[in-house]
């Protein structure tokens, strides 16, 4: 298992740094939208100590102009988001791309939104408790590699489902090493700044090669 994992890291690695100021350059474009929505001014009243209500205080100072600009930047961060992910799968299967790519997934939008739609809804109805953490976890293990699968084969939203399931419940125990992986170089990058900022795209590369290696399994 260990030389399994060196192999992928040093495979990860090698792609990262042969293509890094296109990945690089494309994960930034993914964040600027980002950086325009902390630009918005919300004003939350400074006797508001209740952690539950926060989000209602913020939406009840946005207008719905301000609501329904924040929902479409949220919208193309998502539609870079897939873009990227399909650069970086290009580069690692050895095709030659530019930041173009980033805009040529908008297309798979909805396939991509409607599962996050429809789960995010039914936690806000049913409300934050034990069984709704445990019901989002086990959704996002089954989920781990849907909207990829979308993006580089164009899979239908129930084919993307059903293949993410598989290749979940086929290799759970190194989708945990993986996550365990994140979470452990995650909290070094914390102490760092720019190596957090650098780590993430790596994770990106890690995560599409064991999805290339359990998809040829």
């Excluded at 060196?6 to 690089?24: A, G, P, V």
């Excluded at 290799?171 to 992986?181: A, E, P, V, Y």
Aim: aromatic share 16%; with cysteine; charged share 10%.
């Amino acid at each position: 298992m260990i030389e399994f994992w060196k192999i992928l890291f040093n495979d990860s690695w090698n792609i990262y740094t042969k293509n890094i100021r296109l990945i690089l350059g494309a994960f930034t474009l993914v964040l600027l939208p980002i950086f325009i929505v902390m630009f918005i001014p919300t004003s939350i009243p400074t006797d508001e100590l209740d952690a539950n209500r926060i989000l209602e205080s913020i939406f009840q100072s946005l207008s719905f102009s301000e609501i329904f600009f924040i929902l479409a930047i949220n919208v193309l961060i998502t539609g870079l988001y897939i873009g990227m992910l399909s650069l970086f799968y290009s580069i690692s299967t050895g095709k030659s791309e530019t930041l173009k790519h980033l805009l040529s997934k908008f297309y798979c939008l909805p396939r991509v939104m409607v599962p996050d739609l429809a789960i995010g809804l039914i936690m806000f109805i049913a409300g934050v408790s034990t069984f709704m953490l445990i019901f989002n976890l086990i959704y996002r293990i089954i989920f781990f590699y849907y909207t990829l699968i979308i993006v580089v084969e164009d899979a239908s939203i129930i084919n993307g489902i059903n293949k993410s399931f598989n290749i979940a419940k086929n290799n759970i125990g190194l989708i945990f090493q993986f996550i365990m992986i994140i979470i452990f170089t995650g909290i070094l990058g914390l102490f760092l700044p720019i190596l957090f900022f650098g780590l993430i795209p790596f994770w990106t590369i890690l995560y599409i090669q064991l999805y290339i290696k359990a998809n040829k399994s």
